[in-house]
């Protein structure tokens, strides 16, 4: 069975900073990969989607790698806003059907 | 993209009530997907939702306790029934565009006092 692990629960930097959110999963055997944002009691917003055949994807500020061998995916943000404070989810879909997802990183960045 | 219209966004309700969450979709899509997020976790699967045919549901969803309709390629219907406290949650809608993304609605988050 899929299992997805996000590495930090939560984490807090200062405006301005870089920052990496990192994802793991057990099972390589997956179709894509796909990157959320959700903020506080709302639905859930794609950010990027990574297909298993690819390395990484680019949007804006966003960049998210993907190493399928290691079960692996991050996701960069560069020059954070306190606007990015959110709930970053990863998930996986082991087909193409539906997805399974990460706890999430709890980003506050702070002016 | 894909615009999902979900309704109700929150409600209170009464222990062994019932409460029917509804979404549409802007487009036609082959499959729905209903998930639960409860307090403070992740998103976890209830069922997928097929035109003219039954849900699929995930172990540990029954369909007397979580029945779904799929009348149409753009509509769908999660009902809760019989809630206890335990079914507070936020519960979400979700379809894959030909992109592949995966859409959402904007949630129901549901209170069982």
């Known amino acids: 069975k899929q299992e997805v692990t996000q590495i930090p629960a939560a984490l807090s930097v200062p405006e301005g900073e870089n920052l990496v959110l990192n994802c793991s999963f057990t099972d390589s055997a997956i179709y894509n990969l796909q990157w959320f944002r959700q903020d506080p009691g709302k639905g859930l917003t794609s950010l990027l989607l990574?297909?298993?055949?690819?390395r990484e994807q680019t949007s804006g500020r966003l960049n998210a790698s993907l190493d399928k061998s290691s079960g692996r995916s991050t996701l960069y943000i560069a020059a954070s806003q306190p606007g990015d404070s959110a709930t970053y989810l990863c998930a996986v879909s082991p087909h193409n059907n539906d997805m399974r997802f990460g706890a999430g990183t709890r980003l506050t960045v702070k002016p | 993209s894909a615009v999902i219209s979900q309704k109700p966004s929150r409600d209170i309700c009464q222990r062994g009530t019932s409460l029917t969450i509804q979404c549409q979709v802007d487009s036609q899509v082959t499959m729905m997907f209903w998930y639960r997020q409860q307090p403070g976790q992740s998103l976890t699967l209830i069922a997928t939702a097929n035109q003219g045919s039954e849900a699929t549901y995930e172990s540990g969803f029954v369909i007397d306790k979580f029945p779904i309709s799929r009348p149409n390629l753009t509509f769908s219907t999660l009902t809760v029934s019989n809630m206890s406290p335990e079914d507070s949650s936020i519960y979400l809608c979700?379809?894959?565009?030909?992109?592949?993304?995966?859409?959402f609605g904007s949630g129901t988050q549901l209170s069982v006092l």
């Open positions: 990574i297909q298993s055949s690819q």
């Open positions: 979700s379809v894959r565009a030909p992109s592949e993304k995966l859409f």
